[in-house]
């Protein structure tokens, strides 16, 4: 009898891949996957390490596991993931209830490693960070009709509040042909929306041919039969091509929406943050990418809080974002990572002020996308569908202007023959209720 195997996948996206590479290789070994963890006979924790928040869950998961071993329905849990490669002797210390734990390095092992510690035995692995593959067969955790499309590892910019490069190592692309195959593998699986994610999108291809390739890679991807939309995500602000904005202008495939993480519009700021611009320049560059795009949805985050931040600057951070209407948008409070040069910065800044200063602008925010929101009352927009909702009675999905588990979605009445999930449809928008557009199926 083969042993149920569970997993709790955790952060972004980029590890969520990764995930579904390690289910794939424990499937491939003759595992039994279980989407139920009081079920499973183990649990694979794939944590994040990003930011305190983010690991508070990570170690918050933990425990509820530790707790269901303890009651005897689970054998053993095995730690992978960003938290793992970064704490590897505090997680062994505090947490001795973990069976393995294991670095990013050694995910192509995990199916020896979830062997032994159902045997009894303690394991740990961690090899070079770099034996992390590329890619790999995947067992994909999203709805069948949309995938992630992971096109490089690793990160070279050195922000320097960011603990990625110290966790996930120097950047590192796949080659075209690798993500054209895989991508026309999902394709074929039916999947139909394709959303391009990195560290940093606009570098890949730098480190194999000597030049940012992107606008090559999207190219292919575009000729690939069956799917419908193309959604690019991480977008640097010095790396914007004027051929990258032609290829998304003119590509019907390719959405007509950036994710264009800014994280400050103070030059100061950004300076300290070892990051690019300043606000005239990035004023300059969103007005040039509206200009070239028509209709584009831009998405961007910030930081507020960041080190010697002070009113001065904060307010002309508040002030851009009222004036640039961004169409989506999040703001986190800096976190203070250790190992990080942002860390040891003077002028930190206290946990309630940085609060404040994310709340001041989300709210502005949120004011701002209703507005946006009720401007499309009247119009029909292409939607995804994904799931009807009995208890409210409304069919939902998302638009060219939603990705998935970050922005929001679009709520829909279906007077005749109900759509079918993973299909397109056209619904009139008839109102915006906190953000979220509500309307009726055309029919």
């Known amino acids: 009898m ?130 992390l593959p590329l890619s790999g067969k995947r067992v994909l955790s999203t709805p069948k009709h949309y995938a992630y499309l992971k096109i490089s590892e690793g990160c070279d910019n050195c922000c320097t509040y960011c603990a ?6 120097r950047f590192r692309s796949r080659t075209i042909e690798s993500v054209v195959e895989e991508a026309k593998g999902l394709a074929e699986s039916g999947v139909k929306e394709l959303i391009v994610i990195a560290q940093d ?58 994710d264009l993480p800014l994280q400050h519009c103070s030059g100061k700021v950004l300076a300290e943050m070892n990051r690019y611009g300043d606000i005239e320049s990035l004023t300059a560059l969103i007005t040039k990418i509206r200009r070239k795009i028509p209709g584009l949805v831009l998405r961007t985050t910030f930081i507020a809080g ?19 209407r961004f169409d989506r948008m999040g703001c986190f409070a800096y976190s203070q990572e250790e190992d990080t040069p942002a860390a040891s910065f003077e002028g930190q800044i206290s946990e309630e002020e940085k609060q404040r200063r994310v709340n001041l602008i989300m709210e502005s925010q949120m004011r701002i996308m209703q507005e946006m929101g009720e401007a499309q009352l009247g119009r029909e927009i292409e939607v995804l569908v994904e799931g009807y909702d009995e208890t409210t009675g409304f069919w939902y999905g998302r638009s060219e202007a939603d990705s998935p588990d970050i922005d929001g979605c679009v709520l829909f009445t279906v007077s005749g023959k109900k759509p079918e999930l993973g299909s397109f449809v056209m619904v009139r928008v008839e109102e915006c209720v906190d953000c979220d557009l509500i309307g009726a199926l055309v029919e």
């Not at 980029?14 to 139920?36: I, P, R, Y």
Request: net charge negative; with cysteine; hydrophobic share 40%.
């Open 306 to 324: 960041f080190p010697g931040e002070t009113e001065e600057d904060f307010e002309e951070m508040a002030e851009f974002v009222r004036d640039i």
């Open 164 to 169: 990625i490069p110290l966790i996930r190592g």
């Open 2 to 131: 083969s042993h149920k195997v569970g997993m709790v996948s955790l952060g972004c996206s980029k590890n969520q891949v990764d995930g579904e590479v390690l289910l794939a290789s424990l499937q491939d070994a003759g595992f039994t996957l279980s989407n139920d963890t009081e079920q499973a006979d183990a649990v694979i924790v794939n944590t994040c390490g990003f930011i305190e928040s983010a690991k508070q869950e990570s170690i918050g998961e933990i425990l509820d596991l530790a707790q269901l071993k303890k009651e005897g329905k689970l054998k053993a849990i095995v730690v992978t993931g960003c938290l793992a490669e970064r704490y590897q002797e505090e997680i062994r210390k505090e947490m001795p209830e973990v069976d393995g734990v294991v670095g990013i390095g050694a995910n192509q092992q995990i199916a020896d490693v979830l062997k032994r510690v159902l045997e009894g035995e303690k394991t740990e692995r961690f090899p070079p960070k770099l034996e």
């Open 201 to 258: 999108t606009t570098r890949f291809g730098e480190d194999l041919y000597g030049k940012p390739v992107l606008v090559e890679l999207l190219r292919e991807l575009c000729k690939i039969d069956g799917v419908h939309w193309i959604r690019l995500l991480y977008c640097y602000p010095n790396r914007i091509s004027d051929e990258l904005l032609d290829i998304m202008a003119n590509e019907d495939k390719i959405l007509k929406y950036m």
